[in-house]
C-alpha cells in the first residue's frame, strides 16, 4: 500500500513538472512601448509598420513595406515644412531648399535606414525602423551635388561641340544636361555665372535657345516660282548656317497643306548643310503655297530612355523655325481653232468655246496673242457625209487637237478624235448633230485629257 502511494505521488510530480515547462517555453511577450505609443526622436526619421497574419500572406515582408511608406511618409512631411520654414527666413523669395527637391514617395527612394525592433502576436506583426536625418539629408546633398556636377559637365561638352559647329552632339549634350537634373525642380540648384547668381535649369535654357536663335536660313531664290515650264513642281534649295559654319545631318518637320489638311515630313541637311525642300502645287489656287520648317526636337530626342521627360522640357523651347513661299503661276494659252462643216467655216466656235471655258474654271489664262502664252493649242474640226438614204442622212465629225509649248515647240498633247456620228433628215441638221454630241464628249471625256496635259500636278 505504502508502495502506491508513493508511485501515485511521483506521478503527479511528474505531470506537475511537464506542464511548468510548457509554460516556460511559450511566454508572452509585451507589446513595445513603439506599438502603444508613436516615438518622439528628434535625430531620427521614423517608421512602423503593421500587417495581419492572414493565410497565404507573407505578413513580415508587408509590414516592412508598410514601415518603409510610412517612414518615407514623415520624410516628405518633414522636410516640406523646412522647406516653408527655410522660405520664410530668405524673405518669401521663391528660392526652395535642395530639401524641398526630394522625391520620397516611395520605400525605394530611402537608404541607410535600419531596424529597431520588431513584435507580433497571434493576429499581427510589427516593425520599426530608424533613419538617422543627418546622414539621410548628407546623402540628399551628395547626390544633389553629384547630379549638378554631371549637368555642369555635360553642359561643357555642349558648349565644346557648339563652338566646333556640331549642333547635333551639342544639343544632345544639352539634353543630357537637363536629364543629369531631372529628378531636380527647375529652382533648386543654383551656379554663379559672370558673378550673377541663376539656376541651372534656367541656364541651360538659355544656351539651347541661344543656339537655336543664332540659325540662319540661306534661301537660294528669293522665291520660288511654280509654273508649266517646271510643271509646278521643284526642289528649293536652302542652307543652314550657324556662325559662317553649315549645319550638318539636322532633322527638320516639313510642313504643308494639301486639300485633307496639314502634311508633316521630316527631311535632314545634308553634308553641305543643305536642306532640299520639294515644293509642289496642288492646284492653281491659292497663289501662293507656305512650307513651314521646324527643327525635329522629337526626332533629336528619338528613343531615349527619359524620351518623355524631355518632350516635355522642350516643348518650351522655340526651335529654329524657316517659311518657305512659292508662287503658283498660272499658265498662259493662246487658243487657234477651225471648225468647218463639209470643207466650210461654220461661223461658230462651239468647240473652242468648251475648250476656254472649262480651262479658265481652272484658272488658266487665255490670251489673245500668241507670243504672249506659255501653250499653244490649235483645234481642227471637220464633218462628212457618211451615208444618205429617202429617210436618213448620217454624217461624221472627226476632230483633232494639238498643245505645243511655245519656247520649245515641244508637243504637250495631240488628240485625234471622231468620227462622232450626227443622224437627222439632211445634211445640215446631220452636220449640227455631230456638232452636238461631240460638244458633250469634248466636255465629258476631251477635257480630261487636256487638263491632265496642262495641269500635271
Excluded at 495631240?414 to 439632211?426: A, N, Q, W
Amino acid at each position: 500500500m505504502k508502495k502506491n502511494i508513493l508511485g501515485l505521488l511521483g506521478v503527479i510530480l511528474l505531470f506537475s513538472c511537464k506542464t511548468k515547462e510548457v509554460v516556460q517555453t511559450t511566454p508572452e511577450t509585451p507589446k513595445p512601448y513603439w506599438v502603444e505609443s508613436r516615438p518622439i526622436n528628434n535625430l531620427d526619421y521614423i517608421g512602423i509598420g503593421v500587417a495581419e497574419k492572414l493565410p497565404g500572406i507573407n505578413f513580415i515582408e508587408a509590414a516592412k513595406s508598410n514601415a518603409l511608406s510610412d517612414l518615407a511618409s514623415e520624410i516628405k512631411v518633414n522636410l516640406e515644412s523646412n522647406t516653408v520654414y527655410y522660405q520664410v527666413e530668405r524673405g518669401g523669395v521663391v528660392n526652395e531648399d535642395f530639401r524641398s527637391t526630394i522625391k520620397t514617395s516611395a520605400a525605394a527612394d530611402i537608404e541607410g535606414y535600419e531596424m529597431v525592433g520588431s513584435w507580433q502576436d497571434t493576429d499581427e506583426y510589427w516593425v520599426y525602423y530608424k533613419l538617422s536625418k543627418a546622414d539621410y539629408l548628407k546623402r540628399v546633398e551628395d547626390k544633389r551635388l553629384n547630379a549638378k556636377n554631371a549637368s555642369l559637365e555635360h553642359l561643357n561638352s555642349a558648349k565644346e561641340s557648339q563652338g566646333k559647329g556640331d549642333l547635333k552632339l551639342a544639343i544632345q549634350h544639352y539634353f543630357d544636361a537637363f536629364s543629369a537634373i531631372q529628378a531636380y525642380p527647375p529652382s533648386s540648384i543654383e551656379i554663379v555665372e559672370n558673378g550673377t547668381l541663376t539656376f541651372l535649369d534656367s541656364y541651360i535654357y538659355a544656351n539651347i535657345q541661344q543656339l537655336f536663335s543664332a540659325v540662319e536660313f540661306v534661301e537660294a531664290k528669293e522665291l520660288v516660282r511654280l509654273n508649266f515650264e517646271n510643271r509646278f513642281a521643284m526642289h528649293a534649295l536652302i542652307t543652314l548656317n550657324y556662325k559662317s559654319q553649315v549645319i550638318k545631318e539636322m532633322p527638320f518637320v516639313q510642313q504643308y497643306f494639301n486639300q485633307y489638311g496639314p502634311v508633316n515630313q521630316t527631311i535632314f541637311s545634308n553634308e553641305n548643310g543643305i536642306l532640299d525642300v520639294f515644293v509642289k502645287a496642288e492646284s492653281l489656287q491659292p497663289k501662293r503655297i507656305k512650307y513651314n520648317l521646324s527643327l525635329d526636337l522629337d526626332k533629336l530626342i528619338g528613343n531615349r530612355e527619359d524620351a518623355a521627360f524631355l518632350k516635355q522640357k522642350v516643348s518650351k523651347l522655340i526651335p529654329p523655325r524657316y517659311t518657305l513661299e512659292a508662287e503658283v503661276i498660272a499658265p498662259k494659252l493662246y487658243v487657234l481653232n477651225n471648225e468647218l462643216s463639209f470643207g466650210q467655216s461654220t461661223g461658230k466656235d462651239a468647240l473652242k468655246s468648251i475648250v476656254v471655258s472649262e480651262l479658265a474654271k481652272d484658272g488658266i489664262l487665255i490670251v489673245d496673242q500668241k507670243q504672249k502664252a506659255d501653250l499653244f493649242l490649235e483645234l481642227r474640226s471637220d464633218t462628212k457625209l457618211q451615208s444618205k438614204d429617202d429617210n436618213f442622212t448620217a454624217v461624221g465629225l472627226s476632230y483633232s487637237l494639238i498643245i505645243t509649248e511655245n519656247k520649245s515647240k515641244k508637243t504637250v498633247l495631240s488628240m485625234d478624235e471622231g468620227p462622232v456620228k450626227g443622224v437627222s433628215l439632211d445634211e445640215y441638221r446631220a452636220a449640227e448633230k455631230a456638232y452636238e454630241k461631240t460638244e458633250s464628249q469634248l466636255k465629258r471625256i476631251g477635257m480630261v485629257k487636256i487638263k491632265s496635259a496642262i495641269l500635271d500636278f
